[in-house]
């Protein structure tokens, strides 16, 4: 499900305007770079500063490689994408690669939203949630890492259309989009990844995410106008 280490660390997406951050430390200070409210007092990540630094805290602390893809923190073990921290107006967020695999023993995963398969965030909408659920956040982290370590990954549907690693990842970590994306007719959704899959280079696919992604949102086909 996840790409070479490091191969899209350092995407940034130009959108009217605006850049995905490249640096870490950008994230928690200013923000992701996705919206016109990056590096102001209303963006997300500053409401939630307390908590997403604790997150981070303990992400750090089970060992994790610490990276920024998509404008988000995104933490790394085995070569795989463990998990990446989201913020938004009502909750921040720390979601899972491979959730599939997760046991889930203390019930507290979320699914991100109607289409996902897999209950695969933990959301927190209060900053002292993190430091209340620490030894969970680190077990489940823990166990991640046993899955990363030995190679698995989640279950696939025979019946599920394969998409190309880049968009996985980049819908785990937008939940708007992968929200339109679920709103797709299946043949839109086959049109994109079809489209994603004849590029021959990680790099292009991610470009042509980038590209198309104001016209998922819309609801609209690759070949839509």
């Known amino acids: 499900m996840s790409v070479a280490a490091g ?10 305007g605006l850049h995905m951050i490249t640096d870490i430390e950008d994230y928690f200070t200013k923000g992701c770079g996705r919206c016109e409210r990056f590096d102001t007092p209303d963006c997300s ?13 303990v992400c750090l602390a089970s060992g994790l490689t610490e990276m920024v893809k998509w404008g988000h923190p995104c933490y790394m073990a085995a ?5 990446i921290i989201g913020a938004f107006r009502d909750d921040f967020r720390l979601s899972f690669f491979n959730a599939g695999l997760m046991k889930d023993q203390s ?34 982290l823990a166990e991640a890492v046993g899955y990363a370590e030995a190679g698995l990954i989640e279950p696939r549907d ?12 980049v819908l785990a970590a937008d939940p708007e989009l992968s929200e339109a994306w679920d709103r797709l007719t299946p043949g839109r959704r086959r049109g994109y990844a079809i489209n994603l899959s004849g590029a021959k280079k990680a ?23």
Do not use: H
């Open 7 to 16: 191969s899209v660390a350092r995407y940034c997406v130009k959108d009217e």
């Open 45 to 57: 990540t500053k409401r939630w500063a307390e908590g997403l630094a604790q997150l981070r805290r």
């Open 79 to 83: 070569g795989r994408n463990i998990v």
């Open 107 to 140: 019930g507290i995963l979320e699914r991100q939203g109607q289409g996902t398969r897999f209950p695969d965030m933990i959301r927190f909408t209060n900053n002292d949630q993190v430091v209340e659920l620490e030894a969970t956040i680190s077990a489940y």
């Open 158 to 169: 025979e019946r599920e259309l394969e998409l190309p690693d880049e968009l996985i990842e």
């Open 203 to 225: 790099d292009t696919r991610l470009s042509r995410i980038a590209k198309y992604r104001e016209k998922i949102m819309a609801g609209k086909g690759p070949l839509d106008r």
